[in-house]
């Protein structure tokens, strides 16, 4: 006001930051925590609770997807065995969470709570990081890929029969509710000081979506902080050439080793979040097809190596797979009813009726979908600006005129 | 600190399986000279080069630079020392930006932790400002900085074998090793190139090169070693080396 070049300049900054496809998939999506409460509530009202649910599991993915891309996009180590880190999170909290410790030698239960086991969870993940990463450290590519996948399968597996100690393939149940810390009731309203209260989430979902909100926030933040960071530069120099980021004095062995264990401590945050969330876990949650490629898939397809693609990536693929398909026969039969086509929706003969039918064609339905994305945008949704301005304009014309007349 | 070598090689022999690509060379690099180190294809000279950034364990032999004991240190050891390289077959990080290729080499100099990087401490910040200003002057040294942002794959041949230069000289070397640095220049690009090592050199650096171009290793060398068949078959000033009978045979043959 008293300054009459503030407005263009403000002005000027929106535009500059309309421009930057990031910044507005962030804003989108702050938008989109805000208002997708809002809008639950008013299309589900009491029911709007499921909708949060599916919102707050979805964000466990987001957040094995930020990981994974550490891993993946950034490092650029295969590594299919992402799912053992989220079980070995969420058997953390399972274990140390609940009663269940009384049923095994130990006979005490240990109930620590949930704000202490996020960043146990989240240091036994990079723990295993670790062994995981170290007899890897030779390997490339494909190779890389078979071991992290056999460490994958390995994981749960150990989890499965180690059934004196993790109750088998009954998995535990009945963990710790999580309970508001004190710091958000506080010792200033007069209570005593204590570490948490007896505020326990319950079977609402709202709080576990604050969470999983605020965890994801606080994760993009890190994630992007290390990108930006002389580590995250070692990690893509390492991914473009070993032998020369060697030369340029980077320890490929001490920047892999970070990269695994880094990016193995995001799901060891997920996992015990997951299971917090759940109330009860069991080996089958971290399954290979269930989980490790999935989370892949998020990756790839949301844009490897850019952060706010891969969240895309996460929630699409989420939603895809857990909402879209399964409605997929109910749509498909009261499609067809309304414009007429009504018999297709009963049996006859071999044919089981087009909601059984499409039920039936549920993975080849996202297969195709997934096929087809990668058809038409190979680089992912969202790549990193720089790579998507590479394929599709290809060398700048600038270069082929220094090329031809120097 | 002033001991007149920067770099001896004593000795040095690389097998690999039954073939001897580096066979017992002795040599010494002086300190602040632009040496040399010639032969015809296949003689060993990268072999070489990567017996002492690191890359390959010598067989037999020893590799001192700055009276340290380096041999069979690991590649980022030695790059840390102060060894810094090119590569023949260009090796930049394709899908990072000029300047990030650049800031990979001030890696080793920069002391942020991993705590520093993950919440951005202020020291970190102002390592960051600082490393981002000094790869920029070397991109403005080698005539780079308009193309800070592009990714290195999209510059044209000559300006990448000049960012390699840019990103080896981040590391803040003491000896420089180029690996034919003007293989595929122009007249042009060569001048400029031999003008930069001369630069270089001003400045207080060793350089170490392997080249073919013999206008360029006769103009800017100071000394030169020849090998042939992994073997040294020479060792002096250009002109001693020029008239030496084994080099003439080595390059053209005994009729020569």
Known sequence: ?406 | MSQPVILGINGLTKRFLGLTAVDNVTFDVKRNEIFALIGPNGAGKTTLFNCVTGLFAPTMGRVVFDGKDITGSRPHRVAKLGIARTFQNIRLFDYMTVIENVLVGEHSRMHAKLWDSVLKTPLERREEKHVRERAMELLRFVGLERHAENYARNLPYGQQRRLEIARALATDPKLLLLDEPAAGFTPQEKAELMQLVQRLREQGLTIFMIEHDMKIVMGVSERIVVLDHGEKIAEGTPEVVRRDQRVIEAYLGKSA
């Open chain 1, 1 to 406: 006001m008293s300054s009459p070049g503030r407005v263009p300049r403000l002005l000027g900054r929106a535009r500059r930051l309309t421009r930057n496809r990031d910044a507005i998939i962030y804003a989108i999506l702050i938008a989109g925590v805000f208002i997708v409460p809002a809008i639950a509530n008013f299309t589900q009202g009491t029911s709007s609770g499921v909708v949060l649910d599916q919102v707050a599991n979805a964000g466990v993915f987001v957040l094995l997807a930020i990981g994974l891309n550490i891993v993946v996009g950034f490092a650029g180590l295969l590594d299919l065995g992402y799912a053992a880190f989220f079980a070995i999170g969420a058997y953390t909290y399972a274990m140390l969470g609940s009663g269940w410790l009384d049923v095994t030698a130990i006979h005490h239960a240990v109930h620590i709570p949930f704000w202490i086991l996020l960043f146990v969870g989240m240091g036994l993940a990079a723990l295993f990081g670790l062994i995981l990463g170290a007899p890897t450290l030779r390997l490339r590519g494909d190779y890389l890929a078979i071991v992290t996948l056999g460490f994958g399968e390995i994981v749960p597996r150990i989890f499965r029969i180690k059934i004196e100690w993790t109750g088998g393939i009954n998995g535990i149940t009945a963990l710790d509710q999580p309970t508001l810390p004190v710091w958000l009731t506080g010792p200033w309203a007069g209570q005593d000081f204590a570490l948490t209260r007896n505020q326990v989430f319950g079977l609402d979902p709202v709080p576990y979506y604050v969470l999983i909100v605020m965890l994801i926030a606080v994760s993009v933040v890190l994630a992007t902080n290390l990108y930006r960071s002389r580590l995250g530069r070692a990690w893509m120099a390492i991914r473009e050439d070993e032998v020369a980021a060697a030369a340029m004095g980077v320890n490929p062995v001490i920047i892999k080793l970070l990269a695994f264990s880094i990016g193995a401590s995001f799901s060891g945050f997920a996992g015990v979040f997951f299971a917090a969330k759940l109330g009860g876990i069991d080996p089958t949650l971290f399954g290979f097809q269930n989980v490790s490629i999935v989370i892949l898939v998020m990756v790839v397809l949301g844009g490897m190596g850019n952060i706010s693609g891969v969240i895309v990536g996460a929630i699409g693929v989420y939603f895809l797979q857990n909402v879209i398909i399964p409605q997929l026969p109910i749509w498909t039969t009261g499609a067809a009813s309304s414009i007429g086509l009504s018999f297709l929706n009963n049996p006859n003969g071999d044919w089981a009726g087009l909601g059984d039918e499409v039920q039936r064609l549920n993975f080849i339905i996202f297969g195709l979908i997934l096929v087809g994305t990668m058809l038409f945008r190979p680089q992912g949704l969202f790549p990193s600006q720089l790579r998507q301005a590479e394929l599709t304009k290809g060398t700048s014309d600038q270069s082929v005129f220094d090329a031809s007349t120097s």
